[in-house]
């Protein structure tokens, strides 16, 4: 027997043995994808100068509005389930600071506050804050299009320097639990 003979005869041998069972695709139909998504929601820095107006006045709040277009698309709006959000800070300022954070729709009406967070004074490494939102329980969310940060300083009666190059710095991200069928 030639080599291209044996060949085909194994081939043929292993084709028709291979699959002892019929194949079952529909259990297809009953799977469901669980993605993860996790994207950088802000950022911002600011030094002791930046909260000091024109006329040299000390004031002791910052805000920050940044838009977003997370919930714009329906395949994410339709099948996320969950929503982690994360922040990380680092405070070199002499004094603390409070942190709010509220997620805003087109309107700039608040849907969403989260918990506030306070900073001690020179803490670099602070414990990152999470909170969770189920958004089955929360679906004003999904008109979400900004989110706004207010750091409001601790007033220790003493002014700061504004040539002071210390640093105020605050970041965040958001985790997106999806589940949709196949």
């Given at each position: 027997m030639n080599p291209l003979k044996k060949a085909s005869v194994?081939?043929?041998?292993?084709?028709?043995t291979s699959c002892a069972e019929n194949l079952n695709f529909s259990q297809i139909k009953d799977y469901v994808l669980q993605p993860i998504l996790t994207s950088s929601l802000t950022f911002f820095s600011v030094q002791p100068s930046q909260f000091f107006d024109s006329n040299g006045v000390q004031q002791n709040s910052r805000q920050d509005i940044t838009e977003?277009?997370?919930?714009q698309d329906s395949i994410i709006s339709d099948n996320v389930v969950k929503m982690v959000f994360n922040?990380?800070?680092k405070n070199e300022f002499d004094r603390g600071a409070n942190i709010k954070i509220d997620l805003l729709n087109s309107s700039d009406d608040v849907v969403y506050n989260f918990?506030?967070?306070f900073i001690e004074r020179r803490d670099l490494n602070p414990p990152a804050y999470e909170e969770e939102i189920i958004l089955a329980s929360n679906p004003d969310i999904f008109t979400a299009t900004k989110v706004r940060i207010i750091a409001s300083l601790e007033n220790t009666g003493k002014p700061m320097n504004p040539l002071d190059t210390s640093e105020f710095e605050f970041k965040s991200s958001v985790t997106l639990f999806i589940a949709t069928d196949f």
């Open positions: 194994l081939l043929g041998f292993l084709l028709l977003f277009d997370l919930f922040a990380t800070f918990s506030s967070i």
